[in-house]
T-cell receptor
Framework: DTAVSQTPKYLVTQMGNDKSIKCEQNLGHDTMYWYKQDSKKFLKIMFSYNNKELIINETVPNRFSPKSPDKAHLNLHINSLELGDSAVYFC?????????????FGPGTRLTVL | AQKVTQAQTEISVVEKEDVTLDCVYETRDTTYYLFWYKQPPSGELVFLIRRNSFDEQNEISGRYSWNFQKSTSSFNFTITASQVVDSAVYFCALIRNSGYALNFGKGTSLLVTP
């Protein structure tokens, strides 16, 4: 069974479009994250949600809006896509209680903006 | 502020050689946690190990070993008798005790050739 799943795996779209990436975890975790990996492989936190509440919102353009309908899901909606948004987006989850808890990552969504 | 430095961008070795991947971190916290993740060519992020700041014991897992030294703020990773399947990008990461986000280093790309 997949622990953290993301859909779609690949997303190719035109500049200016709006798109969403979905993330679901079946681990019973209550903390979820979005990380962005750029073309140089650098991984950086974008958002963190705990019990559906936004905990971290790094310096991310407000074109990016995370939505957590329940503890098992954290979706990422991106408005007015730009070329610079091309990257791999990883969803992750962990059990709250300790930062020592392992973060489990999804397979990633490769977004290409043309 | 937290910072993780992986000074080696790329390393290339021949199979069966030993290789050490360096990780140096900066933090003002006394309690923090360190992680290593592997990203093979298939793209997923695979957890390898975690260590808390109070546990300086080295760890060995098969061909993998980790050396944590607080005195030098380093958490180095050694692969003994490397194999082609070890070819991947390896990330070192740090999270503060009260944190929700992993701060990743820029990664070291390891290529093991036959």
């Amino acid at each position: 069974d997949t622990a953290v799943s993301q859909t779609p795996k690949y997303l190719v779209t035109q500049m200016g479009n709006d798109k969403s990436i979905k993330c679901e975890q079946n681990l019973g975790h209550d903390t979820m994250y979005w990380y962005k990996q750029d073309s140089k492989k650098f991984l950086k936190i974008m958002f963190s949600y705990n019990n559906k509440e936004l905990i971290i919102n790094e310096t991310v353009p407000n074109r990016f809006s995370p939505k957590s309908p329940d503890k098992a899901h954290l979706n990422l909606h991106i408005n007015s896509l730009e070329l610079g948004d091309s990257a791999v987006y990883f969803c992750a989850s962990s059990q709250t209680g300790s930062a020592y808890n392992e973060q489990f990552f999804g397979p990633g969504t490769r977004l290409t903006v043309l | 502020a937290q910072k993780v430095t992986q000074a080696q961008t790329e390393i290339s070795v021949v199979e069966k050689e030993d290789v050490t991947l360096d990780c140096v971190y900066e933090t003002r916290d006394t309690t923090y946690y360190l992680f290593w993740y592997k990203q093979p060519p298939s793209g997923e992020l695979v957890f390898l190990i975690r260590r808390n700041s109070f546990d300086e014991q080295n760890e060995i897992s098969g061909r993998y070993s980790w050396n944590f030294q607080k005195s030098t703020s380093s958490f180095n990773f050694t692969i003994t008798a490397s194999q082609v399947v070890d070819s991947a990008v390896y990330f070192c990461a740090l999270i503060r005790n009260s944190g929700y986000a992993l701060n990743f280093g820029k990664g070291t790309s390891l290529l093991v050739t036959p």
